[in-house]
């Protein structure tokens, strides 16, 4: 009896060390697991400060952002006249096509016909910082400088689509306007601002060369052409899929607003 009591206290011993032994190596695990955890988040305030310091270092100078601007203007008008574009909805008087663009980037082309005339439109789309007030494709827009009488930057944010499915973002964007062919010209693509917002809690989008055109129709003085060339790398963790039916979307609700005005 003495010596099954004498086994039963060994067998006991024995089991109380395997927990032991056990313990110490789930609190080794978790420490390591809490090292790495640190080692990632000490990675990812470096990545951030060094985030800043790029933007503060990437900034254009106004003479950069007049170049640049210019020379995405051309791009753009040059690339709405190009072939190549594939229907991909249509509605009312809306036409949105598409095509990649060379580097691998889809980008939309939206074709309408609008109930507003030529010199009232171009007004209303020049008049910035007041564009929330018909524009239902943004929540807020103001120009930040204006370099030229003719070039501008501005900060714009996009309003959610899909019910909140695809987030808003914002971006910043060089401009120019101009006249040719009896057609008012606005566009240009995000540059790299000095005075810019902060990124802050929003996704920073990034706009190719783009632009918007106004026309007239002929024997329609009460009616313009509209044309938006749309290139834009969206950013964040949105699936491609979903940004391909947003932008057509948000094209189809500028030419909506548009319309709205002329109602």
Request: aromatic share 6%.
């Amino acid at each position: 009896v003495s010596t099954q009591s004498t086994w039963e206290a060994v067998v006991s011993t024995q089991s109380t060390w395997e927990a032991v032994v056990s313990t110490q190596s789930t609190w080794e695990a978790v420490v390591s697991t809490q090292s790495t955890w640190e080692a990632v988040v000490s990675t990812q305030s470096t990545w951030d400060s060094s985030l800043v310091l790029r933007r503060a270092d990437m900034a254009m100078s106004n003479d950069e952002i007049v170049a640049t601007v210019t020379a995405a203007l051309e791009t753009a008008v040059q690339l709405v006249e190009e072939d190549g574009w594939n229907e991909e909805k249509v509605e009312g008087e809306a036409v949105v096509k598409s095509k990649i663009n060379k580097e691998g980037r889809k980008i939309f082309l939206c074709m309408a016909t609008v109930n507003v005339p030529p010199q009232v439109l171009e007004k209303k789309m020049m008049d910035i910082d007041n564009l929330t007030s018909w524009n239902k494709t943004i929540t807020e827009s103001r120009v930040l400088k204006n370099l030229k009488k003719d070039v501008f930057v501005s900060y714009q944010v996009t309003a959610e689509g899909g019910g909140g499915l695809v987030s808003s973002r914002d971006f910043v964007y060089g401009g120019k306007a101009m006249h040719r062919g009896g057609k008012f010209i606005v566009g240009g693509m995000s540059v790299e601002f000095e005075g810019e917002p902060g990124v802050e809690e929003k996704v920073r989008a990034w706009h190719g060369p783009s632009c918007q055109i106004i026309g007239p129709v002929e024997g329609e003085p009460g009616m313009s052409t509209y044309t938006w060339l749309m290139d834009c790398e969206y950013r964040g963790m949105m699936p491609g899929s979903i940004i391909n039916i947003a932008l057509p979307r948000a094209q189809l609700m500028m030419v909506q607003s548009i319309n709205n005005l002329g109602a």
